[in-house]
């Protein structure tokens, strides 16, 4: 309640920008088909949008965090660990389904995400963007906590019954509430609100896992086309906007 409360102090920058860029690209389609001279929107000076401060976890606090994950029950183990350890938006991780997992090669598949709206509920929906369909390799240690949380699932279906959801049977979220259905977005915000209070750690958002992963990789040595390949980027300057900082850090140490 009152999250959304409307301040009265208008729309941010970022916000105004992506406004304009969007109606000067319909404008600009207008005047190729000759149906306007020119485009107004060019005539307009679009906001500047102050760069924000990336949320992340440096590399000792994300290690203490690993550490304490442990210690949770496996369903919120495997969520804190898929997120940290491959940087997947949470959209992404709550749609994921057993058959987007590859034991084989070790793979796991991004295909769709799962949204929630007001009036609407929980939904499905396509990913952020046509690049974000991606295949995300994981380490073998990942892997193994997905066989162990496959089979606490299955024993979990088995002792419900009839209580599991079947209109879920064909498509078998890894995440789901205490009946089958697919697990409310906010739900791995709540438990991780938890879980750093109980241990003592600042509070961070759930993306800023997502960014810890990113400026870890960065920090690791990995170039800019695999840190956007894997985060899902559509495009390379995306990656170079948003952790510019990290990677002329990164430029400088390679020096």
């Not at 309640?1 to 000067?24: C, D, E, V, W």
């Not at 496996?74 to 997120?83: A, D, G, H, K, Q």
């Not at 879920?168 to 995440?175: C, D, G, M, Q, S």
């Not at 938890?194 to 241990?199: D, F, H, I, P, S």
């Amino acid at each position: 309640p009152g999250q959304n409360k409307r301040t009265g102090g208008g729309l941010a920058p970022k916000t105004i920008k992506h406004y304009h860029t969007f109606i000067s690209s319909v404008l600009e389609r207008a005047v190729k088909w000759q149906i306007i001279e020119n485009n107004p929107a060019r005539r307009i000076d679009a906001p500047k949008v102050d760069r924000v401060a990336i949320d992340h976890m440096d590399d000792k606090q994300a290690i203490r965090f690993m550490e304490i994950v442990q210690s949770e029950p496996i369903e919120y183990r495997l969520i804190f660990t898929l997120l940290l350890i491959t940087g997947m938006r949470r959209g992404e991780l709550l749609g994921l389904e057993w058959p987007d997992i590859d034991f084989e090669t070790g793979v796991i598949h991004i295909r769709r995400t799962s949204q929630y709206a007001a009036g609407r509920g929980i939904y499905t929906d396509t990913t952020k963007t046509e690049q974000s369909k991606r295949p995300l390799s994981v380490p073998p240690e990942v892997l193994d906590l997905l066989r162990q949380y496959r089979i606490w699932q299955s024993e979990k279906k088995l002792r419900l019954g009839d209580a599991w959801d079947t209109e879920w049977t064909n498509h078998p979220r890894l995440f789901t509430k205490a009946d089958g259905k697919p697990m409310h977005p906010n739900t791995p915000y709540k438990e991780l609100q938890k879980l750093l209070k109980r241990n003592g750690m600042d509070h961070v958002s759930l993306h800023s896992l997502r960014h810890t992963n990113a400026t870890l990789l960065i920090g690791g040595g990995a170039d800019v086309r695999t840190v956007s390949g894997r985060l899902g980027h559509s495009q390379t300057s995306t990656t170079l906007n948003i952790y510019a900082e990290f990677l002329q850090s990164a430029d400088k140490a390679a020096s």
